[in-house]
């Protein structure tokens, strides 16, 4: 165990270093989309004529609730520390999250749409996160599919979860 640890810190380090970029090149190329690791969900994500997708209020509190959940474990995650029960509570707080925003969100169709696109690969992460060989790899996808998500939705001010 001691040694995976180490092994896993450098992974997400790594992944998080390659996550901001990685997921643009995914978007603009679909050469690559295969090689992102950001699921198939977010790889069949397009833009509306160009544009991004609106959001509305409920959408907007919910990612950021999202993005502020994975910020506050990713020094335990990075460190290796983050327990198995540690990663089903994220879990269990995502998915709370992401319940809120479909009671609650009210997009037009086409929207909402991609939207479910983007949940999809959220709950896909969490899951991930219960798993014993997934939990870093959960949080990854998770990661990284919010950065997807800022990429094509209107969100003021949306800003990656490592900044």
Not at 21 to 30: C, D, F, I, T
Not at 145 to 162: E, I, M, Q, R, S
Request: proline share 4%.
């Amino acid at each position: 165990m001691n040694v995976q640890k180490p092994l896993l810190s450098a992974l997400l380090a790594a992944s998080l270093m390659c996550a901001t970029a990685g997921v643009g090149l995914a978007a603009a190329s679909p050469s690559h989309q295969g090689h992102a690791g950001t699921g198939a969900a977010i790889a069949e994500l397009t833009l509306n004529d160009g544009q991004k997708w609106p959001s509305d209020t409920a959408l907007r509190e919910g990612m950021t609730g999202i993005r502020a959940i994975l910020r506050a474990s990713l020094s335990q995650i990075h460190g290796g520390s983050f327990s198995a029960a540690e990663y089903a509570a994220l879990a269990d707080r995502v998915e709370s999250q992401v319940n809120g925003v479909v009671r609650n969100c009210r997009l037009p169709p086409e929207a909402d749409a991609q939207l479910h696109l983007v949940i999809s690969d959220i709950l896909d992460g969490a899951e991930m996160m219960r798993n014993d060989n997934g939990r870093v790899e959960g949080a990854i996808k998770l990661m990284r599919t919010l950065h997807a998500y800022g990429d094509y939705f209107d969100h003021p001010d949306w800003h990656t979860v490592a900044n």
